[in-house]
């Protein structure tokens, strides 16, 4: 069976995918606000409270996206990595620059709103469990893509240091998922898997769908805005982006 | 609605604190990734204006 790769070639342009994304921003964007509006007031003031824990479970309904978005930013992070490395896509690099932050702000309010919850649930802000300690390493592995890619001033070798340090983090990835089962902890388990029912009623877990859903597609929404400004920045020359840049001042900046 | 009253909304029975700033915390958050790569944007637009004027002056 011969499959076509043309798709991957053209994703690879920058051209191409400049104007794929600006035609995915608008529903990405609604997307976003309709279901983190819906989700969070659900989960707030509708679904019902905790027989244990009473109502700081609610913080359920963003610390478990940001958690979950946190680990799959780094995820797509690795991927770009490999993408880059063996296929020197371009676009691959853009990515990971550019998704690096995010997933740290992913990471810091899984922390700190992990934190938050922690204190009522447990009596204490912090303990250095398995999967609170592997979630602080996926933030200092963040740090340091970041630090790497603003370091290293030639803009290739920066690509491959970061794609290699993005490859080889991601070992971090499965200790974090299996550190419940792997270790003694306080952590709960995973409120979602592929193949069991959710252990809570769907009045409670239907909010976490929805925020879980609206913070991918806030992240795809941000992470899109990012690449396309880096792509103008590094294109600079390209005459299609000349006149994307001059058409978009006539629009924004003419004051 | 989980709650009798907005009073007792706002009071989360007795984790109002922890949940009010853990939500307020992400939202922040939330908003900075927007505002962040939107600002970016309208600075580099500027700064190719002004480049552009500086060329056709030349």
């Given at each position: ?12 342009s920058?051209?191409?995918f400049?104007a794929i994304?600006?035609r ?36 359920i309904?963003i ?5 979950m ?7 797509l ?7 880059g490395?063996?296929w ?5 690099d853009?990515?990971l ?6 997933g ?12 938050i ?9 912090w303990?250095?469990?398995a ?16 630090a790497l890619?603003?370091?290293i001033?030639?803009?290739d070798s920066?690509?491959k240091?970061?794609?290699v ?17 792997w270790?003694?902890?306080?952590h ?7 193949t069991?029912k959710?252990?809570?009623p ?19 929404a ?19 982006v000349?006149?994307?840049?001059l058409?978009s001042?006539?629009r924004?900046?003419?004051? | ?15 109002g ?20 790569p939107l600002?970016?944007?309208r ?6 204006a002004?480049?552009?004027r ?5």
């Amino acid at each position: 069976m011969k499959m076509s790769w043309t798709w991957f070639h053209k994703l690879g342009s920058p051209k191409w995918f400049y104007a794929i994304s600006g035609r995915m921003l608008p529903w990405l964007t609604i997307a976003a606000v309709l279901l983190l509006l819906v989700g969070i007031a659900w989960g707030l003031a509708f679904a019902p409270q905790d027989y244990q824990q009473g109502n700081s479970f609610r913080i359920i309904y963003i610390h478990v996206p940001a958690a979950m978005l946190a680990q799959s930013c780094y995820v797509l992070l690795a991927v770009a990595g490999v993408v880059g490395l063996v296929w020197k896509m371009k676009l691959a690099d853009v990515a990971l620059q550019c998704a690096a932050p995010i997933g740290a702000w992913m990471t810091a309010v899984a922390l700190v709103t992990g934190a938050i919850w922690g204190k009522p649930t447990w009596g204490s802000w912090w303990v250095w469990d398995a999967r609170l300690t592997s979630m602080l390493i996926l933030l200092f592995l963040y740090f340091g893509i970041i630090a790497l890619g603003q370091a290293i001033s030639n803009r290739d070798s920066a690509a491959k240091a970061c794609a290699v340090l993005a490859i080889v983090g991601v070992v971090n990835i499965p200790i974090i998922k299996y550190s419940v089962e792997w270790w003694n902890t306080l952590h709960q388990g995973a409120t979602f898997t592929l193949t069991e029912k959710p252990a809570m009623p769907a009045e409670m877990w239907l909010p976490l769908l929805l925020t879980v859903l609206g913070f991918y597609c806030f992240f795809g929404a941000v992470l899109l805005l990012r690449m396309r400004l880096e792509v103008l920045k590094r294109e600079a020359r390209a005459s299609w982006v000349r006149d994307e840049v001059l058409n978009s001042l006539g629009r924004e900046t003419v004051r | 609605m989980s709650f009798a009253s907005f009073s007792d909304f706002l009071a989360m029975g007795h984790h109002g604190l922890y949940v009010w700033s853990a939500y307020g915390i992400c939202l922040t958050v939330l908003a900075i990734n927007v505002a962040l790569p939107l600002q970016a944007r309208r600075r580099y637009l500027q700064e190719e204006a002004r480049r552009l004027r500086r060329e056709n002056h030349q």
